[in-house]
């Protein structure tokens, strides 16, 4: 059922586990007392000290499109069901009209799978929780297929995700952006509108890839586009309309050199960075470029790439999100990319990295590990006062560190 989290914690492979069993696996065959075994226990401990750290990928399966978030105190993070992993999950329940929608043909045939969005809450980075299709097209009667990119932000004491949906090829067609709403971040999330927010082309950005921030003054804009086109619109206060801009613009570009798709924006000490992706992306081109602005819609400067293959780790690293822990000026990187073994599209993993940025506020290159990072608790003074402060978003930082 949608909205129901596995009964045991998801722990990625760490650094520590494997020293604990290849240190203490040659030993199990060989007798030993209780007081000798804790002794070896001990030793070991203080061996491994320091050591444990979540191995990339963060969690088994294939996922994609990773939104990191920080809710009531924890990290969340929403993905795209990329691929089944053995036997397929079980379908979800389509009504007729969704089932007529899905004769249409696909771009490709997994996009038919994928019908759904797990999400996983963690306390630290490393330990992670898996909360089964926090959102189903069972509701959102409009959605049939091809459901992508989550984005969710807390408004008026709920939680709200924009999804991506049905991979439109024309206006004549019904999909786009929609709106889910729930009470919790791990869902279940259901349908705001009973339609799309965005359902066509506007300059020539396809309605996909939404990705939702607040600004200082409390305003939520929504980013978006595929297709080589990025958009920018004004939210309600609602989260449920489009509103224009003080030109009467209602659907703004700012389309930068190199752009595909996968837009988001961070802000920092008064500077606003817009991130995307290029390349292809079942290709190992695929990477990381971003711009930076003084304020939310430019203008902006193209500064160059910051995640790409390596191929000692990864390839087709992309499609990211950040967050910045409350209350520092500590950043990390979420993203997907492909393992060396496979060239298969839809065989991404998930996998988190250090964001480093250099003294002139310009962003390092990030540095793909296997080995991930190590555990980053939320303060528990930050826990209590809620996620961020009025107009505040876990995706900006003043801190002048």
């Given at each position: 059922m949608a909205g129901l989290t596995t009964s045991s914690p998801l722990v990625a492979p760490s650094r520590s586990h494997l020293f604990f069993n290849r240190i203490l696996a040659p030993w199990r065959a060989i007798p030993v007392t209780r007081r000798a075994a804790r002794r070896?226990?001990?030793?070991?401990?203080?061996?491994?000290?320091?050591?444990?750290?979540?191995s990339n990928p963060i969690v088994p399966g294939w996922y994609a499109d990773p939104?990191?978030?920080?809710?009531a105190g924890q990290y969340w993070i929403y993905p795209t069901y990329s691929d089944h992993v053995g036997k397929p999950v079980a379908a979800s329940r389509f009504s007729p009209a969704q089932k007529l929608a899905r004769q249409r043909k696909t771009v490709r045939p997994s996009y038919g799978m994928q019908t759904f969005f797990d999400a996983f809450s963690s306390p630290d980075l490393v330990h992670w929780t898996k909360h089964r299709r926090a959102f189903d097209v069972q509701n959102a009667g409009w959605a049939a297929y091809a459901?992508?990119?989550?984005?969710?932000?807390?408004?008026?004491?709920?939680?709200?995700?924009?999804?991506?949906?049905?991979?439109?090829?024309?206006?004549?067609?019904?999909?786009?952006?929609?709106?889910?709403?729930?009470?919790?971040?791990?869902?279940?999330?259901?349908?705001?509108?009973?339609?799309?927010?965005?359902?066509?082309?506007?300059?020539?950005?396809?309605?996909?890839?939404?990705?939702?921030?607040?600004?200082?003054?409390?305003?939520?804009?929504?980013f978006y586009g595929g297709w080589k086109h990025c958009n920018v619109v004004r939210l309600s206060p609602d989260l449920k309309r489009v509103l224009p801009f003080a030109d009467?613009?209602?659907?703004?570009?700012?389309?930068?050199?190199?752009?595909?798709e996968g837009s988001f924006m961070i802000e920092r000490r008064g500077v606003y960075y817009l991130m995307w992706s290029e390349g292809g992306w079942t290709g190992p081109d695929y990477s990381v470029a971003y711009a930076t602005a003084p304020g939310p819609t430019g203008p902006f400067t193209p500064k160059g790439k910051i995640l790409a293959q390596d191929l000692r780790i990864a390839r087709g690293a992309g499609h990211h999100s950040v967050v910045n822990v409350p209350g520092t000026d500590e950043w990390y990187i979420a993203y997907h990319r492909r393992p060396l073994d496979t060239d298969r599209g839809e065989h991404r993993q998930i996998a988190i990295d250090r964001m480093v940025f250099a003294a002139d506020g310009t962003?390092?290159?990030?540095?793909?590990t296997n080995t991930g990072v190590a555990p980053r608790p939320i303060r528990a003074a930050v826990k209590r006062a809620g996620t961020t402060a009025p107009?505040?978003?876990?995706?900006?930082?003043?801190?002048?560190?």
């Open positions: 070896m226990l001990t030793i070991a401990g203080l061996l491994a000290c320091g050591a444990a750290t979540a939104e990191i978030r920080v809710f459901i992508w990119a989550p984005s969710v932000i807390e408004a008026n004491g709920r939680y709200y995700m924009f999804f991506s949906a049905n991979d439109i090829q024309s206006d004549a067609e019904l999909g786009g952006i929609g709106l889910a709403v729930s009470t919790t971040p791990g869902g279940p999330f259901k349908d705001a509108l009973g339609k799309p927010l965005v359902g066509a082309f506007h300059n020539g950005a396809q309605p996909i890839d939404p990705f939702a921030f607040r600004d200082r003054d409390g305003q939520v804009y929504l009467g613009t209602m659907f703004k570009e700012i389309t930068p050199p190199g752009y595909v962003i390092k290159p990030v540095v793909m107009g505040r978003d876990e995706h900006s930082s003043g801190r002048a560190m």
